[in-house]
T-cell receptor
Framework: QQQVKQSPQSLIVQKGGIPIINCAYE??????FPWYQQFPGKGPALLIA?????SEKKEGRFTISFNKSAKQFSLHIMDSQPGDSATYFC????????????FGQGTRLTINP | DTGVSQDPRHKITKRGQNVTFRCDPI?????LYWYRQTLGQGPEFLTY????????KSRLLSDRFSAERPKGSFSTLEIQRTEQGDSAMYLC??????????FGPGTRLLVL
């Protein structure tokens, strides 16, 4: 059962554009929603995270928008740069128990110069 | 470097052989997780430890897989009688309780 669905699978944007990656979740018990960035051959690195009591969170050029009623959240990258080219994963977890992360399928983002 | 480290970074083995991977978490992180990532997919949870206790195992973790975390420090993941389907990136993450999980660089396994 895919608990976190991510789209699109791949995305190409010109430098300076605003790529948007979307995720939808099923389990309303999830309490914490992080986004990870992964470069080839590296482990995922945390970018930004949000909790469901907040509708938007911004850190630098990265913004998460959260819609609790629709069970959806998205990542926006402002003023995108070629160095942002990577694979992005949304994830979700509960605060209780194992706190294991459930990941989306990933979005391969390419920022063209 | 005070991040999560994993060894080896790459491993090529023949089907049927046993392999063991090591993860050294960030110092004083009491939780340690193992995930598996196949090409083009997000990481999937395998198992986790709180200190030295293994508290949960995924159904993905067949009987051929075993993990340990002696003394609550480093952890090892062993795969016995490897199969081609075991080829994947094996990721380790650590965290203080309730906080962000910090991932290591992973061990990429190729079973021929």
């Amino acid at each position: 059962q895919q608990q976190v669905k991510q789209s699109p699978q791949s995305l190409i944007v010109q430098k300076g554009g605003i790529p948007i990656i979307n995720c939808a979740y099923e389990n309303t018990a999830f309490d914490y929603f992080p986004w990870y960035q992964q470069f080839p051959g590296k482990g995922p690195a945390l970018l930004i995270a949000i909790r469901p009591d907040v509708s938007e969170k911004k850190e630098g050029r990265f913004t998460i928008s959260f819609n609790k009623s629709a069970k959806q959240f998205s990542l926006h990258i402002m003023d995108s740069q070629p160095g942002d080219s990577a694979t992005y994963f949304c994830a979700a977890r509960k605060d209780q128990g194992a706190q294991k992360l459930v990941f989306g399928q990933g979005t391969r983002l390419t920022i063209n110069p | 470097d005070t991040g999560v480290s994993q060894d080896p970074r790459h491993k090529i083995t023949k089907r049927g052989q046993n392999v063991t991977f090591r993860c050294d978490p960030i110092s004083e992180h009491n939780r340690l997780y193992w995930y598996r990532q196949t090409l083009g997919q997000g990481p999937e949870f395998l198992t986790y430890f709180q200190n030295e206790a293994q508290l949960e195992k995924s159904r993905l973790l067949s009987d051929r897989f075993s993990a340990e975390r002696p003394k609550g420090s480093f952890s090892t993941l062993e795969i016995q009688r490897t199969e081609q389907g075991d080829s994947a990136m094996y990721l380790c993450a650590s965290t203080p309780l309730g906080e962000t999980q910090y991932f290591g660089p992973g061990t990429r396994l190729l079973v021929l």
